[in-house]
């Protein structure tokens, strides 16, 4: 990782020694860091994509359930920032709503289209907004979400963190949690992460790659969203079988972070969602299995 990064950590460093927790216990969880590229709308980084924005598609690829959040350029999100093996080029598409679903159900969905693929125009009456074609749904609510989606330009800035959770699925059958592995000060150690962070990343909207968190973080969400994604993968079995739903995905340590939409609008304040995907999928441009996941505290 880049070094100017890991010397960002030197204010969570100092004030975790001043607490008296041991070195190397400080330095072991400063060697979990990741990078990451937080996504702003102001300031002077490279334009790498941008928020809502006309709708895209190729010709076969569905009219999407959800709604189009962001626009990301492969090209302009190397790994050595996002410390994720996106596609060297094209163009990735975020779709969510940050609305609780049923039976751990997505919320939200991803695609990808390479560089260069011919993509029409299409209708942006989104059916988790207005229902289907025809119908008479009427949800004032979510209208009134969907309205305040930000339409602005994303410029990149390079971050780095360190794990915001503490906690871990236990290894015994049964178990519910325990400390983390291989760090026995890690609730102190996210304590002062949490009260330093602050000073130490920059402030965004949306983050690709890195750690995930939300205003509840006690165990990892990424791992939460993957268990969530093996139950509903489940449930669709369970109820159609023969499906494509045959097959058990990766277990939960082999997803990664791919974006966090810290959302903030009016109605939904305090929420967060997330766009999860096993990491082989994603070194092999497999974006069918990525599941979003929302979290809400209100």
């Known amino acids: 990782m880049n070094p100017d990064l890991i010397n960002r950590l030197a204010p969570f ?5 001043s607490r008296g927790i041991p070195l190397q216990d400080v330095e072991a969880w400063i060697a979990t860091a990741r990078p990451s590229a937080t996504l702003v709308t102001r300031g002077d980084g490279p334009v790498v994509g941008r928020f809502g924005g006309p709708l895209l598609l190729p010709t076969d690829v569905p009219d999407p359930w959800f709604p189009l959040l962001a626009t990301l350029d492969c090209a302009a999100l ?3 920032v996002t410390g994720l093996p996106l596609p060297a080029d094209g163009h990735l598409l975020l779709f969510g709503f940050p609305e609780m679903t049923y039976y751990d159900g997505t919320a939200g969905e991803v695609v990808y289209i390479p560089e260069g693929t011919p993509v029409e125009e299409r209708n942006t009456k989104y059916r988790c907004v207005y229902g289907e074609e025809g119908s008479e749904f009427d949800d004032s609510d979510t209208l009134a979400v969907y309205e305040q989606f930000p339409q602005e330009e994303l ?4 971050d780095v963190g360190v794990p915001h959770h503490f906690l871990a699925p236990s290894p015994e059958p049964g178990g519910e949690t325990v ?5 026995p000060r890690a609730w102190e150690l996210a304590e002062v ?3 330093t962070y602050g000073d130490i990343v920059v402030d965004g909207p949306l983050h690709i790659g890195g750690y995930a968190f939300h205003e509840c973080t ?3 969400p990424v791992t939460d969203a993957a268990t969530d994604a093996e139950d509903a993968r ?8 023969g499906s494509a739903d045959a097959t058990e ?3 939960p340590e082999k997803w990664v972070l791919l974006a966090q939409w810290d959302i903030g609008l009016n109605g939904r304040e305090g929420s967060t969602l997330h766009w999860v995907i096993p990491r082989q999928d994603l070194a092999e441009r497999r974006f069918d299995r990525a599941y979003v996941s929302f979290f809400w505290n209100p």
Do not use: I, K, S
């Not at 410029?155 to 390079?158: E, S, T, V, Y």
């Open 78 to 80: 190397p790994e050595e």
């Open 155 to 158: 410029r990149l800035a390079p």
């Open 13 to 17: 460093r100092a004030e975790a020694l």
């Open 249 to 251: 995905l990766p277990a």
């Open 193 to 195: 992460w949490e009260e």
């Open 179 to 183: 400390t983390l592995p291989g760090h």
């Open 234 to 241: 489940r449930h669709r079995a369970e109820t159609a079988p």
């Open 218 to 220: 006690e165990t990892d």
